[in-house]
């Protein structure tokens, strides 16, 4: 091969099409098209200015600034809110963030004295503050999502409370279990991310205003005032931490990408469960799509997508989580790489579970074919070693194996374990008697297992109870 990359013939130009239009550009668009934020940050602009005015006033209490000064400021950035909230605000790409797009207007609209909010604080420590405030609206948001999720389960578990089902393992029928059973699996896990969630929240509360750039400042400043009209906890205790940490953002990151791995099963499960061949549940018109060319398709697009999306959510964790890594203290540009993969991540999040929310409030779930599903597949083949092991007193393991056998005997006559008659039971095992066939019952089966936690429905009933103590 001796034609290289380098080598390869270019346009007229002398640069490809593909590379031309940018090698061509001003090295000032270039680095305005890599250094703006404004394009994305400008989402924290409610937050950002809600920091400023604690900042100011903080200022004004302190004398740090004259009083008049600081009524001009707050009044200014009172107006830039309402101008960016009806769409007047002229947002500017050389204004470079957020931050530098509300200061710049602010000296627009009230000259000089807008100069004197930035005293004793930087873009670092603003910027720090700014995502923590916004991040921890952003969780309750999130919280109240997934508990909406949960409470539709919770609703749907108690309808379904005694609804059999084949339950799985290995994706192969295993023991019978109710449908209850199974949505009330999805809202214990939801519970654990809103647990996380709730665990970074605690953690991501403390004010990084008043770290400056990385250090401190000179100015006599009361970081308690501050922290305490923005609602957080204390102030972050130490400076240069304050100003390099986005372990905030990671462990929601974290959260969310496990919380998305839960809604990708279950949507792999709904896939699974409204196709032919499971024929569980038929999912709502408003969740489903037909197909171009094949009538009879319903196709669970959402589902998929929900299954999916996950992808997004992971590969931001992953995309910040190798932005901080050998990170040196303390800021660096870097580090405005934070928003985009968490907006992101947070609108799918978001889209997710209403997505799956709505999906499983229409969902018509076929309790006659789950039922016929759990009769097949020797799904009570246990229950027929419990018996030999309770009523005949014997060993698990050779329960297991003259079970074993009668599925055998059972495959061979193409018929289920309860459809056996005594007599080739009794020529395996001649302990059993006419009593065993109450135990290869179904909803016998799914209601024996009624020890804390287990599938019985009045065992589900009390997971109904406790998950709306706990979670709603
Ligand atoms: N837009 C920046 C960011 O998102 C704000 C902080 C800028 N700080 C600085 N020292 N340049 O990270």
Redesign the pocket.
Known sequence: MNDTGSHRKTGPGGSSALWGGRFSAEPGEVMERINA?IDF?RRLYAHDIGASKAHCEMLVACGIVGEADGEAILSGLDRILAEIESGTFAFSRRR????MNVEARLTELIGPAAGRLHTAR???D??ATDLRLWLRDTIDEADAALRGLQAVLVDRAEEHAASAMPGLTHLQAAQPITLGHHLLAYVEMLGRDRGRLADARRRLNECPLGAA?LAGTPYPIDRDRTAAALGFDRPAANALDAVSDRDFVLEFLAAAAIAASHLSRLGEELVLWCSAQFGFVRLGDAFTTGSSIMPQKRNPDAAELVRAKTGRIVGALTTLAIVMKGLPLA?S?D??E??EPLFDAVDTLGLAVSAMTGMMRDAAFDTGAMREAAEKGFVTATDLADWLVRERDMPFREAHRVTGALVKCAEEAGCDLADLPLEALKSVEPGLTEEVYDVLDIDRAVAARNSPGGTAPERVLDGVRSARERFL
């Open positions: 934020s940050d470079e963030d957020i931050h930087s873009r670092n603003q910027v750039a800021y540009k580090m405005q934070d928003k």
